[in-house]
């Protein structure tokens, strides 16, 4: 499961389109990810501020 830092994600659209599987909506202000994710990590090795983490459980 991925985290987003909304304070400073510039809604740019990397990790939408750097997503394989298309997992990564946009939605206005807020990113979306759905059940397709399979953690590949790329949306957060492509964020240029570093905006995206990964949940640990």
């Known amino acids: 499961m991925m985290r987003v830092c909304y ?3 510039l809604h740019c659209g990397a990790c ?3 997503c394989p ?3 990564i909506y ?3 202000y807020i990113i ?3 059940s ?3 953690n590949c990590k790329r ?3 492509l964020c240029p501020v ?3 983490s990964e949940v640990s459980e």
């Open 7 to 9: 304070d400073r994600c």
């Open 16 to 18: 939408a389109g750097s």
């Open 21 to 23: 599987v298309n997992a």
């Open 26 to 28: 946009l939605n206005d």
């Open 32 to 34: 979306e990810f759905d």
């Open 36 to 38: 397709s994710c399979t």
């Open 43 to 45: 949306c957060i090795r």
């Open 50 to 52: 570093g905006a995206l």
